[in-house]
């Protein structure tokens, strides 16, 4: 199968049903499968090697993905937020493509195939619609730009059968309601933008996009559209949980599902957002780029016995990302390769039909055909998996190795500490020294020292940040990812 058949699919079984919903207006599934077959014989025609989209969660955003889906040819999204020199260079690394970029993105670039979001939807009125013919399923469908928090990005490439593996896996085709309808802010340009839409889509779920995430908005679009299931990332809901504590009226009656992913979830916002959202199911979810989205999932009933349990072993799980999706093995291995025993720190590998573990130009592969997700973490011994950080996020002071997490957690901990982070710069003696920054809440301030009064009670000296600082925010993607390595330069460079 291809991905031009899940559309295909929905349209024949339910196609009358409403699809898609952006500002600009609402297709039916059945309109999104015409409009889309229309692309891809716009594409065939041409003769274009991909399809490059700049921009956010417009209409021309699901028909270019499946009228590039269908014609057998590459799904570019690039991040709109880079420079006009960062987003010249990478459609230049798509010579010949059609690039589709919002108008006031327009970018100086080699091709001459190119349109705005609305134009490019007008221009597909004189195409024939025809539904979509056999594509090769080991085709690539999906070149995206990983998001290089920790190093130079790369272009990771997703094959049809790789997403469709992770469709078949972890989704029940028309399993949704005509009433489902799920609200989508995570931009294209992210695995979860191209998930979110694939598994709405094979699920016959109305999308709803939202461009740009403001929390009132938010709130209000799940009132006005009647959102049934909602994305969220960590940030967005510190800042939903903000305006609710001012004051702003939580009440979302339609709301039955928050599925949360992308970083590190706070223990105090998840147990807080519990408390203000009681008849909505919690779901984390925690996949790559590389892996076509979800591996873990933490389900709903988890969150509810967790957050529930006195116990402190159940209550713990509440902080993991769960237990694999079907398809997946998860393996946790030594530095060696080795696999180590339950509840032991080490490297993250993953293997399942929906891996790709392929770059442009390298495959990140075993020989046995497992993939290092380059995170570390555990496996208790009930399956959950406890993310610890980056590999190399990993701080080294004087022989001994310190992951960030575990200091972190601690910092969060501290009253009115919203968000922290903990990293290693550079040292003559010890090779490296800990620092920390934290942002703190609209409570009362926050003492640097008695920060690390409190890392030292809990942890120990030698990993108590020799220096804390205190700023407004903390530099993370638009995706909620922490970028390490600017707060590195930052601290380092003063």
């Not at 420079?83 to 001459?112: C, F, N």
């Not at 679009?221 to 609710?244: D, F, G, H, K, W």
């Amino acid at each position: 199968m291809h991905l031009g058949l899940v559309l295909d699919m929905t349209d024949a079984g339910i196609g009358e049903r409403s699809g898609v919903t952006a500002d600009d207006g609402t297709l039916s599934y059945r309109e999104l499968a015409q409009r889309s077959w229309q692309a891809a014989a716009l594409f065939g025609n041409l003769d274009v090697p991909a399809v490059v989209y700049v921009g956010g969660n417009h209409l021309a955003f699901p028909i270019a993905l499946f009228g590039a889906a269908a014609a057998g040819v590459p799904f570019v999204p690039l991040n709109y937020r880079l420079s006009r020199g960062q987003l010249d260079a990478q459609i230049d690394m798509q010579p010949g493509a059609y690039v589709i970029s919002d108008a006031d993105l327009l970018v100086t670039t080699a091709s001459e195939l190119r349109s705005d979001p609305l134009h490019f939807i007008q221009s597909l009125n004189s195409w024939a619609s025809a539904p979509p013919g056999p594509v090769d399923p080991d085709l690539p469908a999906i070149l995206l730009h990983t998001s290089g928090t920790t190093s130079a990005p790369k272009t990771a490439v997703l094959r049809h059968k790789h997403l469709m593996a992770y469709l078949l896996g972890t989704v029940e085709f028309a399993s949704a309601s005509e009433f489902e309808a799920a609200l989508v802010s995570v931009p294209p340009y992210h695995i979860a933008g191209i998930a979110n839409l694939l598994s709405n889509v094979y699920a016959g779920r109305r999308i709803v996009y939202l461009d740009r995430f403001d929390p009132e908005v938010f709130l209000q679009t799940i009132r006005t559209n009647r959102v049934t299931q909602a994305m969220i990332i960590p940030t967005m809901l510190s800042r939903l949980i903000e305006l609710l504590d001012e004051g702003a009226d939580p009440l979302v009656p339609t709301l039955q599902q928050l599925s949360y992913g992308g970083a590190r979830m706070p223990s105090g916002v998840l147990r807080r957002a519990l408390e203000l959202f009681p008849e909505v199911d919690f779901v984390n979810a925690y996949g790559l780029t590389e892996t076509s989205s979800t591996i873990t999932l933490l389900d709903s009933e988890d969150h509810r016995i967790c957050a529930a349990s006195d116990d402190p072993a159940i209550a713990k799980r509440l902080e993991s990302v769960g237990r694999p999706v079907p398809g997946i093995k998860l393996e946790i291995r030594d530095d060696d390769g080795l696999p180590v025993a339950p509840c032991q720190t080490g490297n993250i590998y993953v293997t399942g039909d929906q891996i790709a573990g392929e770059y442009l130009g390298s495959s990140a592969l075993g020989s046995d055909g497992w993939f290092s997700t380059r995170d570390r973490g555990c496996i208790d011994c009930d399956g959950y998996l406890f993310i610890e950080g980056r590999s190399d996020d990993t701080i080294i002071r004087g022989g001994e190795n310190i992951a960030p997490a575990e200091i972190e957690d601690v910092l969060l901990a501290f009253p009115n500490v919203v968000d922290a982070v903990a990293v290693g710069l550079p040292d003559d003696e010890w090779g490296q020294r800990l620092a920390a920054v934290i942002v703190e809440g609209s409570g009362r301030p926050v003492s640097s020292d008695d920060v690390k009064e409190w890392v030292r009670r809990h942890l120990r000296s030698s990993k108590t940040p020799e220096t804390v600082e205190i700023w407004t925010d903390l530099p993370r993607t638009e995706t909620g990812k922490l970028l390490r390595r600017e707060v590195v330069a930052t601290l380092t460079n003063g």
